[in-house]
């Protein structure tokens, strides 16, 4: 089966770098992405990594994927305030539907 | 369309009510999308809709939930005989097919439902 597993709460310092991290369990995953959530807001699609790529880097934000692992890792650099959110990682299966399954999300605090 | 829109954005019921959630996609999209977040929990899945395809209604936890998408658009999402338990945001998402890679979708800012 399917499963995608987050830490719940990441506090980092303004001007630092956050990492949060998910594990997802099944070998297939096609595409695995990453969603920000602001408070009273719906998923904004931050990134995406194919599952044949080992990185990627999109300005402030890269993506680490270690397949033997099945670990993803999204790294935020110079976190800002803004930049608190609820970050969700997830994953859609080769020869699946469309439909993503989603972790509970990691709660990014950042503070001055 | 300028996004995904959803309305109410707040619902306030009482337990044995009828409650109707709307969703209005990106237009063009075929693919719309219903989940549930209840507090502390990731998304869940409710209903999948495509094109003109049979919707995927896996996902529904009960017979008292229900999802109609009228003309490839507007979608309603009906809960009967609201439980406490059924307390959450209610999002909808759009996407449309994008040939080799899978779809972006795109959320509405969701519905924030409470059963008392």
């Known amino acids: 089966g399917e499963d995608v597993e987050q830490s719940l709460f990441l506090s980092v310092r303004e001007g630092d770098s956050s990492v949060i991290n998910c594990t997802y369990t099944?070998?297939?995953?096609?595409?695995l992405y990453w969603y920000k959530q602001e408070p009273g807001a719906g998923l904004q699609l931050l990134t995406y990594?194919?599952?044949?790529?080992d990185m990627k880097q999109d300005q402030r934000l890269t993506v680490l994927l270690n397949k033997k692992d099945k670990h993803l890792s999204l790294r935020i650099a110079d976190t800002q305030t803004g930049d608190s959110a609820i970050y969700f990682c997830?994953?859609?299966?080769?020869?699946?539907?469309?439909?993503?399954?989603f972790g509970r999300g990691t709660s990014l605090i950042v503070h001055p | 369309g300028a996004g995904v829109s959803q309305s109410p954005s707040n619902k306030v019921t009482e337990k044995g009510k009828d409650v109707e959630l709307r969703c209005d996609p990106i237009?063009?999209?075929?693919?719309l999308y219903w989940y549930r977040q209840s507090l502390g929990q990731g998304l869940e899945f409710l209903i999948y809709?495509?094109?003109?395809?049979?919707?995927?209604k896996s996902g529904l936890p009960s017979d008292r939930f229900s999802a109609e998408r009228t003309g490839g658009s507007v979608s309603t999402l009906t809960i009967q005989r609201t439980q406490q338990e059924d307390s959450a945001v209610y999002l909808c998402?759009?996407?449309?097919?994008?040939?080799?890679?899978?779809?972006?979708?795109?959320f509405g800012p969701g519905t924030r439902l409470l059963v008392l």
């Open positions: 990594i194919f599952s044949n790529m």
């Open positions: 237009s063009g999209h075929t693919a």
């Open positions: 099944d070998s297939s995953s096609t595409y």
């Open positions: 809709f495509q094109g003109n395809s049979a919707p995927d």
């Open positions: 997830a994953e859609t299966l080769s020869g699946g539907s469309y439909i993503p399954t």
């Open positions: 998402a759009s996407s449309e097919p994008s040939g080799g890679a899978r779809e972006t979708q795109y």
